[in-house]
């Protein structure tokens, strides 16, 4: 078989570009680790950044105690679930602020459940509200009732939170090191549905977002606190009823704008402890959910406010990866959930 000059030119120069692909794809890879996780039932594997320090999460116990309430709206579907989990607490100071948005019958039977389980010690107050979670959260979660916590982790029904599944103090302990307004650790698997075992490649293990999954977060009281008075206490109830979409954004907007633990990060997404979701189909209808998002919109016009996040993203990143990489951060103690 005979090849002319520039066939043979041009055949040369597709086999270099191909070495070069194939080269930067090692590189690439050699520039990434694999790291697998177990969390009681649970395990995760996931393909992160090699220059991350992972070794930043242990260190010792810290002797300051951190006060943890546990928040959350139950009904029957959850109910042998929640119950379970909230077990796993009973040698913490962990508290739960509960409520039951179903019938008072099912409410009933949940607090016998409760009480059977010998758990009452455990809650700290508990109500019976039917509707979205926020209005719960608007209703119940008053100064007066969570002035006592430091951290608030809002957290639905169908998550596996057990002490014993989930590294709860790690979260908090990160939360604490980067001085973040909302700490939201990542739903793994299709449409947030649980795994015994979820692979992700290539996921950022900490980034700062402007928007987060309402089911998994945990807040600071402080951010909490500026979330209910610039934001709940200003859309009527019965919209709040209705839905909690609308409010992910605009939380990370407000926070941007009005840090509560100045300078801090508004609102980070943690990849490193995933939150498995059990997805009990709780979730309102998509009317519903489109009827919300213009008050949150409007709020943000109100506030000015919107788009604050995103045009500081870039800024949130950049200072995110410095903080990482210096000694600050190269070992957490972990708090103290005794």
């Known amino acids: 078989m005979r090849y002319s000059l520039p066939s043979l030119f041009f055949t040369l120069n597709l086999l270099g570009l191909c070495l070069l692909l194939i080269q930067g794809e090692q590189q690439k890879n050699e520039n990434r680790i694999r790291v697998n996780q177990r969390f009681g039932n649970y395990s995760y594997t996931m393909t992160v950044p090699v220059s991350f320090p992972l070794q930043f999460i242990e260190s010792n116990v810290s002797t300051t105690p951190v006060k943890l309430a546990i928040v959350s709206s139950i009904g029957l579907n959850d109910m042998n679930h929640f119950i379970e989990s909230m077990k796993s607490y009973r040698n913490t100071s962990v508290k739960f602020i509960l409520n039951c948005f179903e019938s008072n019958e099912t409410c009933n039977q949940i607090d016998l459940s409760l009480r059977t389980a010998a758990l ?67 739903i793994p698997g299709s449409g947030g549905r649980m795994t015994k075992h979820h692979h992700h490649h290539n996921i950022p293990p900490i980034k700062p977002v402007c928007s987060l999954d309402i089911l998994g977060s945990l807040y600071t009281t402080r951010a909490y606190q500026l979330l209910d008075s610039l934001g709940l206490q200003h859309v009527d109830d019965d919209t709040l009823m209705k839905s909690s979409w609308g409010i992910f954004g605009f939380v990370c907007d407000l926070l941007t704008v009005y840090p509560p633990h100045a300078p801090s990060f508004p609102c980070l997404q943690i990849s490193l402890f995933p939150l498995m979701h059990l997805d009990s189909q709780t979730m309102p209808n998509r009317e519903k959910r489109a009827a919300v998002m213009p008050v949150w919109e409007q709020r943000r016009r109100d506030l000015g406010i919107a788009g604050k996040c995103v045009s500081q993203l870039h800024l949130q990143e950049r200072r995110l990866t410095n903080l990482v990489k210096s000694s600050q951060v190269s070992e957490i103690s972990l708090i103290n959930l005794n």
Do not use: Q
């Open 120 to 186: 009452e010690p455990l809650i700290h107050h508990r109500s019976r509200l039917s509707g979205a979670k926020i209005y719960f959260w608007k209703t119940i979660l008053t100064s007066a009732v969570i002035e006592s916590f430091d951290y608030l982790w809002l957290i639905d029904a169908d998550v596996a939170f057990s002490y014993h599944d989930y590294p709860i103090t790690k979260l908090i302990s990160v939360s604490r090191a980067l001085n973040t307004s909302i700490l939201h650790p990542t």
